[in-house]
């Protein structure tokens, strides 16, 4: 009796072996066929991100809406695509152990092909390796280089790195005759090297830096030492480099201590935050940042952006003002694009197929084409003016041309 | 002369408003402490609250006095609820567990908070006295915002109400011999449970008082109280846990030796502040005040 327990049980092993065996197998082919036909195989975009947020409701938003149109046209050869979402918010702050987790769970169970390890560069510069090593396409959102020169292959990056914006900085400093700056940044890894390389430039570029101060937080209380310090060093100009969505509290208080002169910013100025700070003392802002944050879609006056902000209003019904609308909408791009190149929904061919990839994003053409994982090179910058009170702000490049009496000039402090 | 004397108004006032929301929120540690030996985690999340309540009372149409002060009001009974709700039920099994239940009451409102109005700093009205934002000081030309002088006074004015409530009414008698002896007060027919709710009432309701204050100043969001809460703690500390005149010089402390180490260094600023905590602290371990409320623990 026990002998026939043990041989049904060694024939129960091995077909279960072979079961498994075969499933593995089927896997690949089921993934990477080739030949054009994805129909009724599946691509799990994983998503990691602060989901009780705007942030994170914006990203799921924008795949949502990718998702939506993709499924029901069949645009990605009839391939379902679906969305596994993790929070990695831990009490406010998006926390580096929890995005790990989600990251080990997307590869191991949910066998994610597309990870998209949200807009903060030192949870990127955490998971960025086990994206690699799990062989699953990664897009970061994030604007610090670091990351990117780790030399992952699977690994993108959807938006400006903050490096190639640089130059346009300092050159615009010393074409106002803006000699002495000073600095104020966050400590974060996006912001640390920004200012870092902020610094080399400009002093590379012969402008002086006469103060540079950390802000303690993003919640704005607690800065009013920094930016006495700072205001008392009498710079020409200032250069902020914060986490995104704190701008506006630091702008604020700098005009709120009496600085009246030009401010740059290293992102993008939500129009919450203008709202925040207030029509006329955000005059004289220089965004540096590919893209504007728009009040109303009519204010937009570049017809590709102008169709993604109406393709989602008419879905959510709002214009969305957060940056990461258009960083997210560049990476589903990325995903279609690379989809459609590789015939396959298997990161490798994804990930093959994205070096000879070159299309419209948001901010220009999206050129992976130069095997830097990188797909924008030429930096942007815009400008609150009094032209742009109540509205959109001015591109630099125009703002520069721009007749003396049609703009509002600040150059020193009062 | 006068540039010493500018740079210590530039620094000085901004420190002493960010002290007085501190204060606000060591005076709600201090009496919770005293009255029952435990700490509030949650407080920087109803600052959060409270803040975010003004505003949206603002953008309702009420001018930035009247939404004050029904956010203060509605916190105040949030604070009740807390405690008739939740604290007193947990209490009763073991004291410590309050500790971490503020600890999960903190993140389940700061998330709710993000989950209402999301990531983004909002704009409060601003504070204007005869149509200008500055009081400009001619003799030392320097210019100070109306909504720090205006956040300083009002919690002054808060500060002394709580002082008159706790030592010349009724209630506030039988709230500090409660917070004595809660058995001797209870057999003198003091409602011990009903002097507990209205402690963390004024608690909550002091905490919106301050966000509501620091708006202005700072802009709107849902974190805002995160820092303040627990600064507010720090500071009780400092002058001396459980009493309630320590934790409003304690939080002026550390407003304003944080804002002039920002200034110094400003790299440092956080871990300077808390390292002369720390030595303040082994040095006088009763706090400024020399008060024995732990020891009485």
Redesign the interface.
Known sequence: MKKAIRFVSMILCLVLLCCCLSSCGQKKEEEGNGDGDLSGKTLTIGLVSSLADNTGKLHQEVINLFIDKWNKEGTLYGANVKLVAYDNLNNGAQDTEMSIKCVQKLLSSDHAQVIIPGQLSNIIQAVGGLINDGEAVGIGLGLAPTWMEQGWEYVYRTALNNNFQIPSVTATMNSLNQKNIAILYQNTDNCLTFRDSIKAAAIEDGLNVVAEEMLADGSGTGITGQITSVINSDPDTIFVTAMGGSFGTVVKQLRQSGYKGMIYIGQILMTTEVDSIGDEEVNGVIMCSPYVSYERIEDCNNDFVKSCLQEFYDKYGYCPVDDQFYKMWDAMLLVQNAVLAAKSVDAADMQKAISTLKFDGTAGTMDFTKGSNECYYGARAWVYTGQGVGGAPVALEDWLTMDVSKKVIITKQS | MNDTLK?IL??MI??LC?GCVYGLNGIGAALLYKGSHTINNAQGAVVGFGALLGYSLQNRGLGLISSTIIATIACFFVGVLLQVGVISQIEKKAPIYVVIATLAL??VI??AN??IV??????SA?ILINVS?YLHIDSVNV?I?W?NIVAIAVSFIAMVSVHFFLNKTKFGSAMRAAAMDPFAAESCGISVVKTRAVTWGIMSALGALGGCL?GP???V????G???GAKGNTGAVLGGYGNMYGAIIGGMII?IV???????Y??Y??AFTNALFLIFILLLPHGIMNEKAIEEG
């Open positions: 740079l530039q620094l901004p420190g960010l903190s993140i700061t998330n993000y989950l999301g990531s983004y700093t909002y704009d601003v934002k210019d915002l909504s620091t100043l700072f802009g969001s849902a974190g805002i995160i820092a303040a407003g944080e804002t002039i180490f920002g200034y110094i400003s790299p600023q956080t």
